[in-house]
């Protein structure tokens, strides 16, 4: 995916909301402490500016400022999955593309015989039978436990022996899936993934052999994620828990949170125009169900990354560039004169073209001068 580097963004948003400032400066022809040239409805005081363009009044108001930009960014599932046979035989079953296969059903079959998907982190690497003992016996008593085979009682939790319980458990599952009730596991017979699968390719087709150690099928968790392709020069702009709002491809919008950052920075992709290497952020939607039924789609995430409360608020483009790197405003009194006041900047809003300003000769409630374009 061509990502732009979108926290770039918000600083070029700024640069130019200053080289613009600077620009009504210059165009009024400079301040008045340099002319001295009169207003419309009032007396040039010390330190005011000249407005050549037509100009209107903004109100300086006291209120919370939030700083956002906009991401490119993708919709999708989070985690991938692959699907490696253990059995011999002929594939005689396979699941859909786009079908959810979960803990206790069939994923697929090998000459007639179900291969049943457990949830675990240990893949299947041997048979399991009675008296054996490790992390994939653990997760075998578990699965039996949450499918309702065993108690807790029979089984309880962290029991990493195969017992005379997991025997029985365990036969009940093979009969229940249309397997010989044996109560050991053979190789083969069970995949164990970390959750739910979403199926999203088949590799195999139905009726060719069943091969040891192939992939049979490849998918995803039911689990919806937005993944954003960030400039790794801007990691610290982010942290996980930020809030952010995600613009669906039909221009829906729905809430999410950060809930990944990554560490590692990767080149960009080839034929992608960005230059910088990137890192993954990952976002967690809030109401999953609001994000449609897009297998994988382009959407915009539009992060907080910033927040400020009772603080003064001017329009950025009410601000004046002064030589040497300081920033004012042209405040209008309720006498109609204008002046310069010097004004400190904060927390800008790309989003509402506003910006957090101090200053000891500002206060809420005043006039100040904005630019009509």
Same mark, same amino acid.
């Given at each position: 995916?061509? *990502? ?17 400032? @600077?620009? *009504?400066?210059?165009?009024? #022809? ?5 002319? =001295? ?14 407005? !050549? ?14 700083? +956002? ?9 989070? %985690? ?19 079908? *959810?296969?979960?803990? =206790? ?15 675990? +982190? ?6 399991? &039978?009675?008296?054996?003992? #490790? @992390? ?11 499918? $309702? ?16 319980? /997991?025997?029985?458990?365990? $036969? ?17 017979? @069970? ?12 590799? *195999?087709?139905?009726? =060719?052999? !069943? ?40 221009? +829906?919008? /729905? ?7 990554? /560490? ?30 897009? %297998?994988? @789609? ?27 790197? &300081? ?18 900047? #904060? ?11 101090? =200053? ?14």
């Amino acid at each position: 995916m061509t *990502v732009e580097p979108g926290l770039k963004r918000l600083h070029r948003r700024k640069a130019f909301w200053l080289i613009f400032a @600077a620009v *009504v400066l210059i165009g009024t #022809g400079v301040a008045g402490e340099l002319t =001295g040239s009169p207003f419309p409805g009032g007396t040039s005081g010390a330190g005011a500016a000249g407005n !050549a363009g037509p100009t209107g009044l903004s109100t300086v108001t006291r209120q919370s400022l939030s700083s +956002q930009t906009e991401l490119p960014a993708t919709l999708g599932y989070a %985690d991938s999955y692959s699907v490696v046979n253990q059995a011999q035989g002929t594939i005689t079953s396979l699941p859909a593309v786009g079908r *959810v296969v979960s803990q =206790g059903q069939v994923l697929y079959q090998v000459s007639g015989a179900p291969v049943v998907l457990l949830y675990g +982190q240990t893949p299947a690497y041997r048979a399991l &039978s009675e008296g054996m003992t #490790g @992390a994939d016996v653990a997760g075998l008593n578990a699965d039996l436990v949450a499918l $309702g085979d065993a108690t807790h009682t029979e089984l309880p939790s962290g029991t990493d022996g195969f017992t005379y319980w /997991t025997k029985v458990s365990l $036969g009940k599952l093979q009969a229940a899936v249309g397997d010989t009730p044996t109560g050991t596991l053979f190789l083969g017979q @069970a995949v164990f993934l970390p959750a739910a699968i979403r199926v999203t390719a088949v590799s *195999v087709t139905l009726g =060719g052999p !069943a091969q040891v150690g192939q992939t049979v099928l490849s998918g995803t968790s039911t689990t919806r994620q937005v993944s954003i392709a960030l400039d790794a020069s801007q990691q610290s702009e982010v942290a996980v828990g930020d809030k952010v709002t995600i613009t669906l491809p039909d221009n +829906q919008t /729905t809430p999410g949170r950060i809930s990944s950052v990554g /560490t590692v920075a990767a080149a960009p992709a080839p034929g992608s125009s960005g230059t910088s290497p990137t890192i993954t952020v990952l976002v967690e939607p809030a109401n999953p169900a609001a994000t449609g039924t897009w %297998d994988q @789609a382009p959407v915009n995430v539009t992060v907080t990354t910033g927040t400020v409360s009772n603080v003064l608020v001017v329009p950025v483009d009410a601000l004046l560039a002064r030589p040497g790197g &300081s920033y004012a405003v042209e405040v209008v009194g309720t006498d109609g004169i204008h002046h310069l006041a010097s004004v400190t900047l #904060g927390l800008f809003d790309d989003a509402d073209g506003l910006v957090q300003v101090s =200053g000891s000769q500002l206060e809420a409630g005043q006039h100040v001068v904005v630019p009509q374009l």
